[in-house]
């Protein structure tokens, strides 16, 4: 049976920006960037959940919030039936154990004076994974487990390729024994045939510690590839989530629809297929009232300019949040 | 087909020196692109795509030297003085630059930017140089052109700044397009929208265009012909509908095979081993070998050369894959 791991429930976060001279001068509020505006889900023991977006819509954001790198302005997050920004578990050190993020650019998120080995055995220390003795041996395991050779571990980062430092990543974020993985773009900036190659041992490191993974990506074909379920977030919040499969071939919100029929084909034959987008994404500064895409959407009416829809079930798909989701997938 | 080539790159080669090595970014690269034809070049990053384009337009000769002929037209582009350069960028050759955030000086404004092209290479007056700055601000898809002339690069977004890139290239109606990654930093259906102007205002203009890019999938939807580079070298060209669904080189291949696309998911997607090889130790023979499955003893002391293996398709391989029926015909 699948067990929820992890829930967040109505996560809020805001940014203030800075008040200009003429803002105190009027008598403005302060403005905010409302990068979260209401981020529901749960991730299920063993599952991998792609969290897909175009850029500045939140995703990142989330996954910062996850690992307790933001705290957000209002909502909360569980984990083991503990809020993680209680008191309690702010004490308690062991979530940062259990849950581990590995950041996009491989090139600036290791330290670049700490060999390998040095930046395997610090996290084996901190967390005292292992009596002193034992760490030499576990950091060559580790080196085994993501398939670099042994002298990876007397080597600075700067002397390795691309696809290679998102190995020591996974290795420094395995290395603690977590239980959820937070994936954040973690193979964006390699290059098409070495992306391959991490994706394929995520997917098996997954299956052999039995990891729960959140994937934060951009690339649509690559989170098809390794979900089991999807949530596709727009402006802050999630306007379908639902199984992978069922969400890219018969995606139900309309803007799940036009941003995977963006995502250009392989088949040189298969040509103009695509949903139009008209404009861009409106900024966070200024979130439209009611539905956040309706500026964008093809199907807008009255109702979508002033009431938020919610996220509900569909028959037979997953949640959207969507007030004419029926009548838009009555043909389809 | 028929058509009289415009611009003809043949036997290129740039090379940069660095500590007292010559590092060999691009060998013998040769393509020709017709009036209204779409040429892509795709690769991996390193790989001496975007080099090609630089030499093309005299700009790498700054920091690199080049060989080889680039003929645009008849004239010769290699050897020809930086005034006469001059002359023909922007007007007749534009170029594209991958990233909008940088590529636009941030200090003058949209419109000073626009008019200055049109200032350089046309006889246009004040007043008719402001008014072509709108049109093609309309053109490209910016609202409310005529008040956003006096806005700064930061007031736009990125896509927004794409397009005024795009705007500015096209001012003084060029007749070769060259676009270096001109989608990468932007999202998917942003990129949708630039990728179909390009391709539109090709049309319209009937301008060629060569599109640099990595993503397969942007090639797929925009080109017409394509050449696939793997450090520095082509190792396959010709038809993109040929080259992609019957790719005959194993990298190719290899590259169409690791997109996740058609293949069982939560599945081991195929990967080409190792990764691409450094310029300063690229390898004696064959520089895709190391990484090759279908590599034999020639292939670590011989480099292939480009052959023509059907009319119009060229590949660099010593066991190339088997051609299919599609092929043949």
Redesign the interface.
Known sequence: MTQTVMKIDDLHLSFPVSRSLLDVVQRRPGKSVNALNGVSLELQQGE?LGVVG??GCGKSTLARCIVRLYEPTSGQIHFDEQNIFGAAARKDRSYNRRVQMMFQDPYSSLNPRMTTGDILAEALRVHQMRPEAEIAPRVAELLDLVRLPQDAAEKLPHEF?G??RQRIAIARALAVEPEVLIADELVSAL???????V??LL??LQQRLHLTILFVA?D???V?????RVAVIYLGRIVEIGD??TLFSAPSHPYSQ??LS??????????GA?I??EG??PSPLNVPPGCPFHVRCRHVTAQCRTVIPALRALEGRGEVACHHAEEINQHA | MTDHPILEVENLCTTFSRGGTDLPAVRDVSFALCKGQVQGLVGESGSGKSVTLRSILGLARHYGEVRGSVRWQGQELTTMSERQLRKIRGREIAMIFQEPMTSLNPLLTVGTQLTETLKAHTDLGRRARRDRAIEMLDHVGIPAAASRLGEYPHQFSGGMRQRVMIAIALAASPKLLLADEPTTALDVTIQAQILDLILKLADEMSMGVVLVTHDLGVVAQTCDTVSVMYAGRVVEQGDVRQVLQTPRHPYTEGLMRSVPQDVPPRTQLYSVPGTPPSLFSLPEGCAFAPRCQAAGPACQTARPTLQDIAPGRQTACFHPLPATQEDAA
């Open positions: 991998t175009e850029s390729s696809g290679q290059d098409v045939s070495v992306q391959a190659q994706v394929n997917l098996e951009h649509l074909r690559l098809r590839h390794v979900s089991n992978s499969e036009a941003l963006a995502a250009p084909s392989l088949d040189p034959d298969d040509k695509a139009q987008l861009e994404l």
